[in-house]
């Protein structure tokens, strides 16, 4: 059964960065678009960035100019790298395939922009 696996998250001050990973057991990326997703307190889950195989990439107006998601193919790992942190970042970041998420959500991964 194909597991993901989010990490990297932690407690971080506006303006500050972290790096997210994610990884999958029993599958490959290779041929999939890959997204990271987030779950803000009391709001539903919403995509946040994209990129294909090939490396194209999508943000959501939110986080772009902001976050960078990209990925290694050979080491099957999707990485979103997020800069400028607001208090509205603070979420339970997740990855899944995109626009469409068909694989089973991993436990995701909690970011918390505070001072």
């Known amino acids: 059964q194909v597991r993901l696996v989010e990490s990297g998250g932690g407690l971080v001050q506006p303006g500050g960065s972290l790096r997210l990973s994610c990884a999958a057991s029993e599958m490959t990326f290779s041929g999939y678009t890959m997204g990271w997703y987030r779950q803000r307190p009391g709001k539903e889950r919403e995509l946040v960035a994209r990129s294909t195989e090939a490396g194209i990439t999508n943000y959501a107006d939110a986080v772009k100019g902001r976050f960078t998601i990209s990925r290694d193919n050979a080491k099957n790992t999707v990485v979103l790298q997020m800069n400028s942190l607001k208090f509205e970042d603070t979420a339970v970041y997740f990855c899944?395939?995109?626009?469409?998420?068909?694989?089973?959500w991993g436990q995701g991964t909690q970011v918390t922009v505070s001072s």
């Open positions: 899944n395939t995109a626009p469409l998420p068909v694989l089973t």
